[in-house]
C-alpha cells in the first residue's frame, strides 16, 4: 500500500516535534510515509465558514498532488485538524455532484487533475493503530515507560463528526464516543492509562486567539482534570489541541492556578521513547510545558 | 405521525380531535421558510437548517452550556426559523459566535443538520447585518488567514498572530514580556522559520483562487 504523508503547517512550525516522532515511529514499524512536500493548507476552519468551494479545492489539491505524483492510494494526516479538512471535502465529492464538478474543473486547471473524491482519508493514529497495532510494539520495546501515568487524550475531529469520517460504516475507525486506539498503543510501551473523563472533550483551540478566556477555561478544565486522574503527563495526536494545551499553558496557569500545570507531549514521542529512541530525535525538549523534568524524575530519560 | 387522524383511541380512550392538541408536533417541514431561514440556507455551511426537527440532541451534548450560560443551538436554529430576529439580536447576538466547533452536535444530530456549520452560519448572518457595530474577532480571523492561504498557499503562525492583533487593534499583547520569551524559545529553537517554505507554481493556483472569490 502507497501512502501519501500530509504533515499539513502546524508540523513544518511550532509542532515540529509531532512531524518528526510521527516520521520517526513510522520509519522504526515499516510504515513507508512518501511526503506530499508542495503541500497547502487545507483551509481549516476558515475556509469552510468563508467560501463552501474554496473549502473543498484546497484539500482537494493536497490530495491531487498525493494522487496526481505519488499514485498513493491513502493520504495519511497526523493533524485532528487537515484530516477533518480532507474528509469532508471527500464527502462533498462523493455526495454533492455540483462540488465534484467544480472541484475537477479547478484541479484540471491548477494540478494534475487526477483527483475524484476516490482516496482514503486516514489519521496517523488510525493507521498506526491498524497497520501496527498494540501487539508488535510491545514486543519492539526497549526501554518500558513503566511508572509513567499518561492521560491519553484525542480532541474534537479526531472521529467527529460521523457524517464525515463514516465511523460505523469503516470498519477501521475508533469508536466515536469512546475512544481507544491511543490508549491501547500507549498501554503497550508500558504506560499506565489512568481514568480520564476528558479524553474526546474539546480544548477550545478553534478559539484560541479569538475567544482566547473561553479557550483557556476549557483547555484548563481538560489539563485539570488529568491533573486530578493522577497522570503525569498528557499525551494527544493533534497539534491544534497541542498549541491550545501547550504553547498556550502559561497563559492558562496565569488565569486558573497550578491545577492546570501539567506536562504535554505527542503520542508518537512516547512510544519512539519506548522503543529506544533519543529524547533529542524526539524534540521532548520542545513541548512548553517541560516533559524532560517528570521523565528524568521517572527514570525514562 | 399517523395520517388518519379522524380517529384516535388510547388505552379505551378515544381522542378524536383533541389528540392532536396535547401531542404538538415541533416538526416544521422543510417546505415552512422565512425569509431569514432562506438567507441563513445560502451563507456557507447553512444549507441544512430546515432539516432541525428541534429534539435538542445538540444542545444537550454540547460543549458549551457549561460554560457560557444560556448557549443553546436549538435555540438559534428556532428563533432563525420563526423569523424571530429581535430576540436572536438582542439576547443571542453574544452567544452564537462563542461555538468552539467541537462538532458533537454534528456528529449526534439524528436528521443530518451540519449544526456546527449551521451554527457558524447564523453567526454569519448576524455579521452580514452588521449587528455588532464593529469587525469580530471571527470575521478579522478568518479574513487575516484566508488572505494568507490564498497569497502563500501555507499558514506562517507567527506572521498570523501579528497580523490578527494587528487588525484587531492589540499588537501591544504580543509585545508583553511572556509572549516576547515564548517567541524567542521558538525562535532559538527552530520552530518559527523566518523564511518559510514556498510552494512552486503556487502563484497560479493563487490566481485561480482569487477568481474564484469573485
Not at chain 1, 475537477?104 to 501496527?132: M, S
Amino acid at each position: 500500500m502507497k501512502i501519501g504523508y500530509f504533515p499539513g503547517c502546524s508540523l513544518k512550525g511550532m509542532a515540529r516535534a509531532y512531524d518528526e516522532s510521527t516520521k520517526i515511529v513510522a520509519e522504526s514499524f515499516g510504515i513507508d510515509l512518501l511526503e506530499v512536500d508542495d503541500f497547502n493548507c487545507c483551509g481549516a476552519l476558515e475556509a469552510k465558514g468563508s467560501n463552501e468551494k474554496l473549502s473543498y479545492m484546497l484539500p482537494a489539491r493536497v490530495m491531487d498532488s498525493a494522487k496526481g505524483r505519488f499514485h498513493v492510494d491513502a493520504v495519511v494526516t497526523p493533524c485532528n485538524g487537515c484530516y477533518h479538512s480532507l474528509l469532508r471535502t471527500n464527502a462533498a465529492m462523493n455526495e454533492n455532484a455540483d462540488a465534484k464538478g467544480s472541484v475537477i474543473k479547478f484541479l484540471k486547471d491548477v494540478g494534475y487533475g487526477t483527483y475524484e473524491g476516490d482516496i482514503d482519508v486516514r489519521h496517523f493514529l488510525e493507521l498506526f493503530y491498524n497497520e501496527v497495532g498494540p501487539e508488535k510494539i510491545k514486543a519492539s520495546v526497549k526501554k518500558s515507560l513503566k511508572g509513567l501515568k499518561v492521560a491519553s487524550y484525542y480532541g474534537c475531529l479526531y472521529e467527529r463528526p460521523k457524517t464525515i469520517t463514516k465511523t460505523g460504516y469503516k470498519s477501521k475507525r475508533d469508536d466515536s464516543e469512546n475512544p481507544h486506539f491511543q490508549d491501547d498503543l500507549l498501554k503497550a510501551t508500558g504506560a499506565e492509562i489512568v481514568e480520564f473523563q476528558a479524553a474526546a472533550s474539546c480544548c477550545g483551540g478553534a478559539h484560541a486567539l479569538q475567544d482566547e478566556s473561553l479557550s483557556a477555561t476549557l483547555s484548563a478544565a481538560i489539563l485539570s482534570a488529568a491533573k486530578e486522574a493522577g497522570a503525569d503527563v498528557l499525551a494527544l495526536p493533534c497539534p491544534l489541541c497541542g498549541a491550545a494545551l501547550d504553547i498556550k499553558q502559561p497563559e492558562i496557569i496565569k488565569a486558573h492556578g497550578e491545577k492546570a500545570k501539567l506536562p504535554v507531549v505527542y503520542f508518537t514521542q512516547l512510544i519512539g521513547l519506548s522503543i529506544g529512541k533519543s529524547p533529542k530525535e524526539l524534540k521532548l525538549t520542545d513541548p512548553i510545558s517541560n516533559p524532560m523534568k517528570v521523565l528524568k524524575a521517572k527514570g525514562l530519560v | 405521525m399517523a395520517e388518519n387522524t379522524d380517529k384516535m383511541v388510547i388505552d379505551g380512550v378515544e381522542l378524536t380531535g383533541i389528540w392532536k392538541e396535547f401531542l404538538p408536533s415541533r416538526i416544521l417541514y422543510e417546505d415552512v421558510t422565512t425569509e431569514f431561514l432562506d438567507e441563513v440556507k445560502k451563507l456557507p455551511g447553512g444549507a441544512t437548517i430546515a432539516k432541525c426537527y428541534q429534539c435538542g440532541t445538540c444542545t444537550g451534548g454540547c460543549t458549551l452550556p457549561d460554560f457560557v450560560d444560556k448557549f443553546n443551538p436549538r435555540r438559534f436554529i428556532d428563533l432563525v426559523r420563526r423569523g424571530h430576529y429581535d430576540i436572536l439580536v438582542n439576547e443571542n447576538k453574544d452567544l452564537v459566535w462563542k461555538c468552539v466547533s467541537c462538532q458533537r452536535c454534528t456528529h449526534r444530530c439524528p436528521r443530518g443538520v451540519n449544526t456546527q456549520e449551521v451554527v457558524r452560519a447564523i453567526a454569519k448572518f448576524l455579521e452580514d447585518r452588521k449587528v455588532f457595530g464593529k469587525l469580530t474577532n471571527d470575521e478579522a480571523f478568518d479574513e487575516v488567514f484566508m488572505g494568507e492561504v490564498i497569497e502563500d498557499g501555507r499558514i506562517d503562525e507567527v506572521k498570523i498572530v501579528k497580523d490578527f492583533y494587528s487588525k484587531t487593534g492589540r499588537l501591544k499583547d504580543m509585545m508583553r514580556a511572556d509572549q516576547l520569551s515564548l517567541g524567542f524559545k521558538m525562535l532559538t529553537s527552530g520552530r518559527i522559520k523566518l523564511f518559510g517554505g514556498k510552494i512552486k507554481d503556487w502563484k497560479k493556483v493563487s490566481q485561480r483562487l482569487k477568481e474564484e472569490l469573485q
